[in-house]
């Protein structure tokens, strides 16, 4: 076995089974293989950071479709609750469901049909009974705020305004 020179600890000659490691990966090497690994992750986030985008914006419109059904139906519901009271008019089923539509922030609320049909027969279980129906016909357009879907996909329909309407039976007692 061979001696060591001038503190050289760990490492032998040529010839020896401990090789030098700065022999193996000069500074040099090691700066120019950990630049390629920057720009890597540029380039995945780049690739990935407008689907998650997209991903995310989806989510947001469909709660902000689905708020905005729950709040037609429920006005259609309050529509027909007051249709049903005794001596009520179809100007106070209005005016209850525009109400309704206004405190759920529903844009140009005064513009909703509301049609009142007093003697509907309304089928039950195994029988049948007098009710009124309510059908409130809001010609909402949902705009969709991001409408991405269309730059996707050329000529599509994805990214079109939705419009909504909502209806509500209950049998007068």
């Not at 760990?10 to 020896?16: L, V």
């Not at 909402?140 to 730059?151: D, K, T, W, Y």
Request: aromatic fraction near 6%; charge should be positive; hydrophobic fraction near 40%.
């Amino acid at each position: 076995m061979r001696t060591l020179k001038n503190n050289h600890r760990g490492r032998r000659e040529r010839g020896g089974s401990i090789l030098k490691t700065n022999r193996i990966f000069p500074p040099v090497l090691r700066v120019l293989r950990g630049g390629s690994e920057r720009g890597q992750s540029l380039i995945e986030t780049a690739l990935t950071l407008p689907l998650l985008l997209l991903v995310s914006v989806s989510i947001f419109e469909f709660g902000r479709a689905y708020q905005m059904t729950q709040v037609l139906t429920n006005a259609a519901r309050e529509g027909a609750r007051v249709a049903v009271l005794p001596g009520s008019t179809s100007d106070q089923v209005k005016s209850r469901v525009v109400a309704y539509l206004t405190a759920g922030q529903v844009p140009k609320a005064s513009t909703a049909s509301v049609v009142l049909a007093p003697n509907v027969p309304i089928s039950f279980g195994t029988g049948t009974a007098s009710g009124s129906k309510v059908t409130v016909n809001y010609p909402f357009s949902f705009m969709v705020l991001n409408p991405v879907a269309r730059l996707v996909v050329p000529g599509s329909s994805l990214g079109a305004p939705i419009t909504m309407s909502a209806s509500a039976e209950m049998r007068n007692e």
